[in-house]
C-alpha cells in the first residue's frame, strides 16, 4: 500500500496517492538481460534507441498496462527524476516496504564504525543478493486495499559483520560487486550481463551490435 510507504518518508518524498492505494514494485531478476533486453534489441535494432535497459523496461511495463484496459495504471520509471531533481520514487525503500527485498542502512549496525563518513544503505534480495535492480513502480490509483497485510522482507544478512561487510564493500568497493554476493545466491548475472554494466553507458551500444 502506498501509506507504507508514506509512512517511512518525510513529506517531500511522499505518493500523492490515498494510504490504501494499491502499488507494485517491479524488479527485473538476472534472466532479464537474456529474456527481455537482448530480444528488445534485435526487435528495435532499426530504431531510435537512447537507453536499451530503460526503454525496454518501459516497453514491457506498458505492456503490462495494457493488460488491465479498464483500470487506471500509473508508471513511475526508476530514473525518473522531479523539476527539484529529486527521484519520483526512492526505490530501495519501496522494495523494502513492498517485502521485495531488505534495504540494509547504518541505523541496522549497532556498533557503527563510520563516524563521519556517509554511508549509503543498499537492498539484498533473498534469492538473488545483489544481482536484481529495482525498476519502477506500477500503481492502481482507483484500486484501494484496506484490508492488505504487511510482509516484511526477508531479513538475508543476519549478523553485524556481514551487514559491515555489506555496506564498506558497497560503498567503498562497489565496482567489483563483490557486495552483491554477500549471501549465497541461487541466480546471478551472466558474465555476458556483467561486462555489459561494467562498460561506461556510451560503449554499451558497441556491445549490442548497435551505432549510437
Avoid at 74 to 80: A, G, N
Avoid at 139 to 157: A, M, R, Y
Wanted: aromatic share 14%; with cysteine; hydrophobic share 40%.
Amino acid at each position: 500500500k502506498v501509506g507504507w510507504y508514506n509512512a517511512v518518508l518525510l513529506p517531500a518524498f511522499h505518493l500523492p496517492y490515498p494510504d490504501d492505494t494499491l502499488a507494485f514494485v517491479v524488479l527485473s531478476t538476472p534472466s532479464m538481460f537474456d529474456k527481455a533486453l537482448k530480444p528488445f534489441v534485435n526487435k528495435e535494432r532499426l530504431q531510435m534507441i537512447r537507453d536499451p535497459v530503460d526503454q525496454c523496461v518501459s516497453r514491457h511495463l506498458s505492456g503490462v498496462k495494457e493488460k488491465f484496459p479498464d483500470q487506471k495504471v500509473d508508471i513511475i520509471f526508476d530514473y525518473e527524476i522531479l523539476p527539484s531533481r529529486k527521484p519520483r520514487f526512492l526505490a530501495q525503500t519501496a522494495a523494502h516496504v513492498s517485502g521485495a527485498a531488505y534495504y540494509y542502512q547504518r541505523t541496522d549496525v549497532k556498533l557503527d564504525p563510520w563516524g563521519e563518513k556517509k554511508i549509503y544503505g543498499v537492498c539484498v534480495h533473498p534469492k538473488y543478493g545483489g544481482w536484481f535492480a529495482i525498476r519502477g513502480l506500477l500503481l492502481f490509483p482507483d484500486i484501494q486495499v484496506p484490508f492488505l497485510k504487511q510482509s516484511p522482507p526477508v531479513d538475508c544478512v543476519r549478523t553485524e559483520e556481514k551487514r559491515i561487510e555489506l555496506l564498506e564493500q558497497f560503498n567503498f568497493h562497489w565496482k567489483d560487486g563483490r557486495y552483491r554476493d554477500i549471501i549465497e545466491v541461487k541466480e546471478a548475472y551472466s558474465e555476458e550481463q556483467k561486462v555489459y554494466f561494467a562498460t561506461p553507458p556510451a560503449e554499451r551500444f558497441k556491445l549490442l551490435g548497435l551505432t549510437q
